[in-house]
Structure formats: structure tokens, C-alpha cells
């Protein structure tokens, strides 16, 4: 890449396919990379979802997703588990960012990386992600946590593209314990802790109000 050009969609997506290559099945079953089309795609949906107040169309083309992501899993069954994380570059006004997501039995995070912040608006986009895990998962969207994660800011007008590749090349190297590590800087495992402890008081509490407990939960 020439210095002070832009990186293109094309070479993001030749670095994913290699990415796909060098994994294993059961690899890519926990870490997932979505070419840079899906955000364009998936982002019009749910604008369309939005504003047809929830139409049937735009949520079956949404619900499709996982189907598509089982395909490119090759889970014929279409029954398997979303991947545990999921990444997806992001283009627009002419910037890249990374969003990735994060899958634990029921409950998700949403993170966006952005080199140059106040370009991508995140609450749009956790927006456009919340809606898909909602039809897709389903999830509720109490439990989809979201976080805006420091990363080296870029220093021109031009190196966004870099920067997401090399988040990408970071991801790819880490091992799903290690990538947990640095979310727990964000409070995700925390997050999660404290839901299983409220799951596991709504249960002691249901017990009490059916009458299979003596007292109430301490």
C-alpha cells in the first residue's frame, strides 16, 4: 500500500479469506470474520425494519443472517451456535472502524474500535447490532452490554484502513481467552457475573412465590 492512500474493501476482505483458510472449523466456529459487505447490508435492513415499524420483509431478510453465517460455517444442519465473536469492519463517510461481537450463552457485548473517533457514530451502530441479536439469537436487549474500547488513535486522514487490518491481525492472533482478557478491562466478565447471580435470585425467588421455599431469598 502507497503511502497516504487509502486502504480498499478489496484488501480487507483478501486478508478475511486467508483468515478462513488458516482456520479450522472448530476455530471459526468461536472466532467468525465478516467481509466488509455485511455492515452496508445488514445496516439498510434495519433501517427498513425501522422505519416500515418492524414489516415482516425486512425482519425475514434480517433472521436469514444466521442462516448465512451457518453456510459460510458449513453447518448444514443450520442448528449450531453463533460463533463466540464475531468481527466486522465498518465503512462509511468514507472511514473504517471494527465492531465486534461478543456471544455467551444468552447474553452479548457489542464493541466498537475506532482510530479516529467522531467519524462512525456508535450508538448507531450498536443500534443497527442490538436489533440483529434480537431477531437472530433471540436476545434480550437488557442483556447486550455495550463498550467503546481504546485503541491507538491515528495520527492522519488516511491510515483507518491500516488500523482496522491490524485489529483484525491482533484478533486473529489471540486465542478466545486471551481476546476475554481484554474485554474484562471493559467489564464484560463482571457484567456477566452479575447476571448469573441475578438469574440465579430470580430462580430462588420464583421458588418462594410458588410456595417451594419457607422463606424469602436472603
Not at 488458516?22 to 468461536?30: A, D, F, G, T
Not at 464493541?111 to 467522531?118: I, V
Not at 443497527?128 to 491507538?152: G, H, R, S, W, Y
Amino acid at each position: 500500500m502507497y503511502k497516504g492512500c487509502y486502504l480498499w474493501g478489496d484488501v480487507i476482505n483478501m486478508y478475511i479469506n486467508q483468515a478462513f483458510l488458516k482456520k479450522s472449523r472448530e476455530q471459526l466456529h468461536n472466532m467468525f470474520y465478516v467481509n466488509t459487505f455485511w455492515f452496508t447490508k445488514v445496516s439498510e435492513l434495519v433501517v427498513r425494519y425501522d422505519k416500515t415499524n418492524h414489516a415482516e420483509e425486512p425482519m425475514i431478510k434480517i433472521t436469514r443472517l444466521r442462516k448465512s453465517i451457518c453456510l459460510e460455517l458449513h453447518d448444514e444442519d443450520m442448528q449450531g451456535n453463533l460463533p463466540a465473536w464475531i468481527f466486522m469492519p465498518i465503512h462509511g463517510k468514507k472511514h473504517w472502524s471494527l465492531a465486534i461481537i461478543r456471544i455467551h450463552n444468552d447474553v452479548a457485548m457489542l464493541a466498537h474500535l475506532d482510530s479516529f473517533r467522531g467519524t462512525h457514530d456508535p450508538e448507531a451502530i450498536f443500534h443497527i447490532f442490538k436489533t440483529v441479536l434480537c431477531l437472530i439469537v433471540p436476545i434480550d436487549t437488557a442483556l447486550i452490554m455495550t463498550a467503546i474500547m481504546n485503541v491507538e488513535q491515528q495520527q492522519d486522514g488516511h491510515s483507518c484502513g491500516k488500523h482496522v487490518l491490524q485489529m483484525l491481525v491482533d484478533a486473529a492472533r489471540k486465542e478466545s481467552d486471551g481476546l476475554d482478557r481484554c474485554f474484562r478491562e471493559e467489564g464484560l466478565i463482571r457484567y456477566i457475573a452479575i447476571l448469573d447471580q441475578v438469574r440465579s435470585f430470580d430462580v430462588v425467588f420464583g421458588m418462594y412465590l410458588s410456595g417451594k421455599m419457607a422463606g424469602p431469598p436472603m
